[in-house]
């Protein structure tokens, strides 16, 4: 391909190539201050043009790589770092087969590592960033690996993927830690924001489950925190994960242990502050 | 890379593993052409860079789990078809898999593939109906163009385990002009310990020489010569194989394709083949060759206009020329199924 960038986020080493040169650009400036990539990469992701001349002619970026959704539509090429975001995304949902893969963000404070799950929109990418803001450190927005062997989560710090108003909450960021106003994309208004200088520093440090969280955010909803039991914890976090049933037996055998190992609530919250206040309360 | 030579090579000689430059690459082209866990168990024991041993290491232990999967799924269709009473031959990666063949080491096994009587194909699609497999495709029209022109029912998936199932009654479609014999695939047969059966072995390299190269459009083409390559030469150590291969493929009407497998085989991975039966090298094998090669470094499909000529010629293969046209006719006009994001 015509332009290449190597990014190592976590254990994961990804090769990115692209028809075009500004996505690249954004990426690597987003990614400044990540560690050098390994030799060899673990996925290879490419943003091409779906026909040749759609290089040029309103450009759009097919989103490919070594695993592929043969139903994923092209983004325009203005829209780019969503794309490559997407695809890398989606080389992990596909093809991670190290770790347990669950669809979850984690943050981590005095060794103890909480995991928030739940629907899309329930808040927990923002809630995850928040909290990453706020004396935690940030393992990752999107996805938590889950060891085999240890069930210790290993941080995947990719860039926090902000949606709609998500966005003003982190207006007084550093410019330099945001990525482009995306607009009118397919999953609304998106801003990309780098971790904090903690999450990148320390990106190769696992840690172990302290308490699985099942935030809901709702407008009109009041305070509350409830215990949830193992049983339903079990299938919520299978619905969570990506590769559970490709893992076979020792899926079974890593997330029943990690059933066993924490204490689960579900948190509601209408705004930020009762969020970390509900999140502080639990890890105490 | 600008094409999958390199790929080819370390499959046919792990130790040229030590020369290996570019693992990133080498990696893509594989996972792009299902052969990573092939690939894997290749070279096995080889001293690598360290990262490129842990891929290759998990990438055993993903295969490990999904060929426990497939012979569960060839189980599973085992016992609702068992009250029936019919052959159930296994074919392509399960059977290889259920066998414990050479060929299916870290063989990429997808939908579970048997063969079956074609007389029994009724008493079949309800047995499986009544167990919980499903009609993948709902169009009607599609729905005929198997059941009038197919080698096999149309697609089944099991709606709990989320599996397909194609229920062959031949291994050739029926509009093609070869006529492979499947009473005498099915009479040939062995039957395994769990009462599967899986084809002879100079059927079994017959029918995966048809899949290639009498059959589609080629893709995957590196990975199913691959099987070929492991096939022969496990069988050729077999006494008198070769003569039965002859005698087979004639049967079957498949002596071109097998010959040009074979000859494709050597070529490619150092096959050991008989001369006689692989037949001199036309001109011809090199478009094959470069078809089969046509992946880049980085995963891509390369070659479009020699792609575009096997999909011309897969159709050619297929049905006459009319037909194609009243198909390819219909399938044009119908609208496009809508796509949507990640």
């Not at chain 1, 969570?240 to 066993?260: K, P, Q």
């Amino acid at each position: 391909m015509r332009h290449r960038l190597d990014l190592r986020i976590g254990p994961v080493t990804f090769r990115i190539g692209s028809d075009w040169r500004a996505p690249l650009g954004e990426l690597a400036r987003l990614y400044a201050l990540y560690p050098e990539p390994d030799a060899i990469a673990d996925f290879t992701v490419r943003l091409e043009a779906e026909r040749i001349w759609r290089r040029w002619i309103r450009p759009s970026v097919g989103i490919r790589g070594d695993y592929i959704l043969p139903d994923a539509s092209p983004l325009a090429l203005r829209h780019g770092l969503l794309a490559a975001e997407m695809a890398m995304n989606l080389q992990l949902a596909l093809g991670q087969r190290s770790f347990l893969l669950l669809h979850a963000a984690t943050v981590e404070r005095d060794g103890k590592a909480l995991l928030m799950t739940g629907e899309s929109g329930a808040g927990k990418s923002t809630l995850a960033a928040l909290l990453g803001e706020r004396g935690w450190r940030l393992m990752g927005d999107e996805f938590a690996l889950v060891d085999l062997d240890t069930l210790a989560l290993h941080p995947f710090p990719r860039a926090i993927s902000l949606k709609n108003e998500a966005i003003s909450l982190f207006a007084d960021a550093p410019p330099e830690r945001l990525g482009p106003l995306l607009e009118n994309t397919p999953k609304g208004r998106i801003r990309h924001l780098r971790p904090g200088a903690d999450a990148i520093a320390r990106m190769d440090e696992p840690a172990p489950l302290a308490a699985i969280l099942f935030p809901r955010f709702g407008r009109d909803f009041e305070r509350a925190m409830r215990p949830v039991g193992a049983a339903e914890v079990f299938v919520r976090l299978t619905q969570a994960s990506t590769n559970y049933i490709a893992l076979g037996e020792r899926g079974f055998e890593t997330l029943t242990g990690l059933v066993a190992a924490a204490p689960a609530w579900g948190i509601d919250y209408s705004d930020t502050d009762t969020a970390v206040a509900l999140v502080e309360e639990v890890s105490r | 890379m600008r094409d999958s030579h390199p790929l080819a090579r370390l499959l046919a000689d792990p130790a040229s593993a030590e020369r290996v430059r570019d693992w990133t690459s080498i990696f893509s082209m594989a996972r792009a052409q299902s052969l990573l866990g092939s690939l894997a168990w290749r070279l096995e024991g080889q001293d690598l860079p360290d990262k490129a041993a842990v891929i290759l290491a998990v990438a055993r232990r993903d295969h490990d789990t999904a060929r426990t999967q497939s012979l569960w799924e060839a189980e599973m269709a085992r016992r609702a078809l068992a009250p029936l009473g019919v052959p159930i031959v296994l074919l392509k990666g399960t059977a290889y898999a259920a066998a414990a063949l050479d060929a299916g080491q870290g063989r990429s096994i997808g939908d579970l593939d048997i063969l079956v009587p074609r007389e029994a194909l009724g008493e079949v699609q309800a047995a499986l109906l009544a167990a919980g497999w499903e009609w993948v495709k709902e169009d009607e029209y599609d729905d005929l163009y198997y059941r009038r022109w197919m080698h096999e029912l149309p697609p089944l998936i099991h709606k709990e385990r989320d599996r397909m199932i194609d229920v062959h009654h031949t291994i050739l479609p029926l509009t093609a002009r070869l006529k492979p014999d499947a009473a005498a695939l099915i009479e040939d047969s062995f039957i395994l310990q769990s009462g599967l059966r899986i084809l002879s072995p100079p059927d079994m390299v017959v029918h995966s020489a048809a899949h290639l190269f009498a059959d589609g459009d080629m893709a995957g083409g590196l990975r199913n010569l691959w099987d070929i390559d492991r096939l022969v030469r496990q069988f050729s150590m077999e006494p008198d194989f070769w003569n039965r291969l002859r005698e087979r493929a004639r049967r079957h009407q498949l002596e071109a394709a097998t010959s040009r497998a074979l000859r494709l085989a050597t070529h490619l991975y150092g096959t050991p083949v008989e001369a006689r039966l692989a037949g001199p090298r036309p001109a011809l094998d090199m478009f094959f060759e470069r078809r089969l090669l046509a992946r880049n470094g980085w995963g891509q499909a390369t070659r479009p206009i020699l792609r575009f000529a096997f999909y011309v010629r897969s159709h050619w293969l297929r049905m006459p020329p009319l037909m194609l046209a009243r198909h390819l006719w219909t399938k044009w006009r119908r609208p496009k199924k809508p796509v949507s994001h990640v």
